[in-house]
């Protein structure tokens, strides 16, 4: 009950850096300068996996397959091994000799699918430089990682057993930070502003911790009045 209380606690701490990193992605937006011919290709893949979303039965099993295979991979970083891996269009499971917070709520926070586009770009790469058809590539990139973010709300808003083992007070302030991670970064290096974006997101989460000091003091010191 108190390793509880204390990740709840955890959770609300975390609750500031969720709102950094946000702002912090709005400042990089501003001061990017994409090109426009690859940032619509992004663009586009994002928006034509959303038109599919809504249109055609959601690929649930092609989810759950990355989804599994996302806990094996963090498993192994890690020095797990892994045992029965089973996959079904109602749900799956795997068995991990061990576990931690990474592993558990890896499937919602890494991309599975968008990593794995870029490791075949990159391997692609090395034997046919420059890369070949990077609009295409993008396009990829851009509806994989919208697959992500679709599915991970749809999980997130049923009972998940990997957010039950954390509580949701701490599990979802860690995975929108850990996601908003991970796109800042690949937007300042695609943008080439990874300096700027490293110091966005210092600044902002400076910023705001900043703040929560001095009205819990104001607040305190009315209290004490």
């Given at each position: 009950?108190?390793?509880k209380?204390?990740r709840?606690?955890l959770g609300?701490a975390?609750?500031p850096?969720c709102?950094?990193l946000?702002?912090?992605?709005?400042?990089?937006l501003?001061?990017?300068?994409?090109p426009?011919?690859?940032?619509?290709?992004?663009?586009?893949g994002i928006?034509?996996?959303i038109?599919?979303?809504?249109?055609f039965?959601?690929p649930?099993?092609?989810y759950?397959?990355g989804?599994?295979?996302?806990h094996?991979?963090?498993?192994?970083?890690?020095?797990?091994k892994?045992?029965k891996f089973?996959?079904g269009?109602?749900?799956?499971?795997?068995?991990?000799?061990?576990?931690?917070?990474?592993?558990?709520?890896?499937?919602y926070?890494?991309?599975f699918?968008?990593f794995?586009i870029?490791?075949?770009?990159?391997?692609v790469?090395?034997?046919?430089?420059?890369?070949?058809f990077?609009?295409?590539?993008?396009?990829?990139?851009?509806?994989?990682w919208?697959?992500?973010?679709?599915?991970t709300?749809?999980?997130?808003s049923?009972?998940q057993?990997?957010?039950?083992?954390?509580g949701k007070m701490f599990s979802w302030p860690f995975i929108?930070?850990?996601?908003?991670?991970?796109?800042?970064l690949?937007?300042g290096?695609v943008?080439?502003?990874?300096s700027?974006t490293?110091s966005s997101?210092?600044?902002?989460?400076?910023?705001?911790?900043?703040?929560?000091y001095?009205?819990s003091?104001?607040?305190?010191?009315?209290?004490m009045?």
């Amino acid at each position: 009950m108190l390793i509880k209380f204390l990740r709840a606690l955890l959770g609300l701490a975390l609750l500031p850096t969720c709102y950094a990193l946000a702002r912090s992605f709005c400042l990089v937006l501003l001061n990017s300068n994409a090109p426009l011919v690859e940032g619509s290709c992004l663009l586009a893949g994002i928006v034509v996996f959303i038109i599919c979303w809504f249109i055609f039965p959601h690929p649930v099993k092609a989810y759950v397959f990355g989804h599994e295979l996302t806990h094996v991979i963090w498993g192994l970083l890690f020095f797990a091994k892994p045992s029965k891996f089973k996959v079904g269009s109602k749900g799956g499971s795997v068995n991990l000799t061990k576990t931690n917070v990474l592993i558990t709520l890896a499937p919602y926070f890494f991309p599975f699918y968008t990593f794995l586009i870029i490791a075949i770009a990159l391997i692609v790469e090395l034997f046919v430089e420059p890369l070949p058809f990077i609009p295409i590539w993008l396009f990829m990139i851009g509806a994989t990682w919208a697959f992500h973010i679709f599915f991970t709300f749809e999980t997130l808003s049923q009972s998940q057993p990997d957010i039950i083992v954390y509580g949701k007070m701490f599990s979802w302030p860690f995975i929108f930070i850990v996601n908003a991670i991970f796109v800042l970064l690949w937007v300042g290096v695609v943008t080439s502003t990874l300096s700027f974006t490293i110091s966005s997101i210092c600044s902002c989460t400076f910023d705001a911790y900043r703040w929560v000091y001095y009205k819990s003091i104001e607040i305190i010191s009315l209290f004490m009045q």
